[in-house]
């Protein structure tokens, strides 16, 4: 009996082609079909290294479809490698559904590792990193991803998300209502020519960005809840209050009764707070 092939889980540059490694390119050349999320810009990074490996689709609506494709010919002795747009595929990325049906079929899954967002934001985040949670991309819908954010109040290991450019403000603004003003890093075009790694307080990232159009991939970091940390200190109820003040119609007395109803604090108290703010404001 033909022995099965084996599957490999390839990871790719997220922008600079260089940052391929050896072995990525000797699977690349060496395995019989390679199934990619975007062939177009797959295809670009193999001619790149001189890889004429047949191509094959796999994205995100085909894949529940053409993954018994992928595994018959794995099953009839075919190596097999998977590679995403970018990054490590299967993190926010297609192939779960593939790795998935090959274990099911006693199929050897082997990663090739590599370049992976998640990992290159948070290196360079200058934040904890002996514990970290990953969270993909958070919901679009305002809402939805309030709520989300509202579930990770108590998190206290660093925490990355992936976020569109078009939405980071509107999601730094979420953050600083929903866990507070923590430290926090915008990691844009990684490994790419137009790379920037921002990093601060999650107000002092939205002061930075407020009145520039925020382009490229996005990857955030921010800060887990520290123990012993109060949650609404000085620093937190201005930056609640400055995020309500900016996105919604509430007069200045609703959104000071809000923060010390959530805060479990004296509106007197959260009263004080801002009405200094404002006057330092105003000069």
């Known amino acids: 009996m033909k022995q099965q092939g084996t ?4 990871a790719t540059p997220i922008g600079n082609l260089e940052d391929i490694t050896l072995r990525a390119v000797r699977v690349l050349k060496e395995v019989g079909l390679i199934a ?14 001189g890889i ?11 894949e529940p479809k053409k993954t018994p494709f992928l595994i018959a010919k794995l099953r009839n002795g075919t190596d097999i490698a998977y590679v995403s747009d970018a ?3 299967g993190i926010s990325d297609p192939g779960y559904i593939l790795i998935n049906r090959a274990i099911e079929n006693d199929i050897t899954v082997t990663p090739v590792p590599g370049p992976s967002a998640v990992v290159a934001a948070l290196s360079a985040s200058g934040l904890p990193m002996d514990g970290f949670s990953f969270w993909g991309f958070l919901p679009a819908r ?18 990355v998300f992936y976020e569109s450019p078009q939405r980071t403000i509107e999601t730094l ?15 844009r075009e990684l490994s790419k020519l137009y790379e920037e790694i921002l990093r601060g307080t999650v107000s002092e990232l939205i002061t930075m960005l407020k009145d520039r159009t925020v382009k490229g991939e996005v990857t955030l970091v921010v800060a887990g809840k520290e123990k012993g940390d109060e949650e609404f200190s000085i620093e937190s109820i201005i930056a609640r209050f400055e995020a309500l003040e900016h996105k919604s119609s509430c007069s200045t007395k609703d959104i000071i009764t809000i923060i010390a109803d959530d805060a479990g604090i ?7 707070h801002v009405l200094k703010h404002l006057k330092t404001r105003k000069k």
């Open 7 to 10: 599957l490999y889980i390839v």
């Open 36 to 49: 990619a999320e975007d062939t177009r810009h797959t295809r670009k990074l193999l001619n790149e290294y």
């Open 52 to 62: 004429v490996t047949p191509l094959t689709s796999l994205y995100d609506h085909n």
């Open 87 to 89: 990054g490590t595929p």
């Open 142 to 159: 305002k809402g939805k991803r309030r709520h989300f954010l509202e579930t990770l109040r108590e998190e206290k290991k660093t925490m």
């Open 173 to 187: 603004l979420d953050i600083v209502d929903t866990l507070g003003d923590r430290r926090a890093v915008v990691a």
């Open 266 to 272: 004296s509106r007197k108290e959260v009263y004080r």
